[in-house]
T-cell receptor, first 109, second 114 residues
Framework: RKEVEQDPGPFNVPEGATVAFNCTYS??????FFWYRQDCRKEPKLLMS???SGNEDGRFTAQLNRASQYISLLIRDSKLSDSATYLC??????????FGRGTSLIVHP | DVKVTQSSRYLVKRTGEKVFLECVQD?????MFWYRQDPGLGLRLIYF???????EKGDIPEGYSVSREKKERFSLILESASTNQTSMYLC?????????????FGPGTRLTVT
């Protein structure tokens, strides 16, 4: 079975901190990678795609390491509003993405 | 603005009832999905559809069926609801073409079976 593994956390960090999450995947044929954010009792929403060369969107940086089969998400200068569950998503190239179980982030004052 | 809507946010049904969960998307997406989400288990795929009248089983199809008569609508049916089907149900859609083919989710239906 194709697996996507995440540390469930919670990661408890103060405002302004830098925090990083990793996600490992088992299927070496995976082609597409994403980070989704899910707020409590809400639906998941795309945070960012992850490209081979790495990509940045404001305070968020995503990296892909194909050799070691993991992706990462780095959040700089954490805000209270960053508190959420972050879902790692991997797709082989078919229609079906595989979701990790999510990493919980709590940013406190 | 893209939109996926689900017929109910909260639903309470009795054991043995037949339950219909409706999902509609306005993005002309070919692919539609039904997931359930439970604490500690993450999102689990129940069924998906890549075209009208086409359906494929996901990881946990037992006790469920689906219907896709129109491109924009994907229904999940619990033939005889049981208490272990109490869960959050999420519908999603995506386009098979283009990049990055992200999924758009509906707001979810929290189903309680008593």
């Amino acid at each position: 079975r194709k697996e996507v593994e995440q540390d469930p956390g919670p990661f408890n960090v103060p405002e302004g901190a830098t925090v990083a999450f990793n996600c490992t995947y088992s299927n070496s044929a995976s082609q597409s990678f994403f980070w989704y954010r899910q707020d409590c009792r809400k639906e998941p929403k795309l945070l960012m795609s992850v490209y081979s060369s790495g990509n940045e969107d404001g305070r968020f940086t995503a990296q892909l390491n194909r050799a070691s089969q993991y992706i990462s998400l780095l959040i700089r200068d954490s805000k209270l509003s960053d508190s959420a569950t972050y879902l790692c998503v991997v797709r082989e190239g078919s229609y079906i993405p595989t979701f990790g179980r999510g990493t919980s982030l709590i940013v406190h004052p | 603005d893209v939109k996926v809507t689900q017929s109910s946010r909260y639903l309470v049904k009795r054991t043995g009832e037949k339950v219909f969960l409706e999902c509609v998307q306005d993005m002309d997406h070919e692919n539609m999905f039904w997931y359930r989400q439970d604490p500690g288990l993450g999102l689990r795929l129940i069924y998906f559809s890549y075209d009208v009248k086409m359906k494929e089983k996901g990881d946990i199809p037992e006790g469920y069926s689906v219907s896709r008569e129109k491109k924009e609508r994907f229904s999940l049916i619990l033939e005889s609801a049981s208490t272990n089907q109490t869960s959050m149900y999420l519908c999603a859609s995506s386009s098979p073409s283009g990049s990055p083919r992200e999924q758009y989710f509906g707001p979810g239906t929290r189903l309680t079976v008593t």
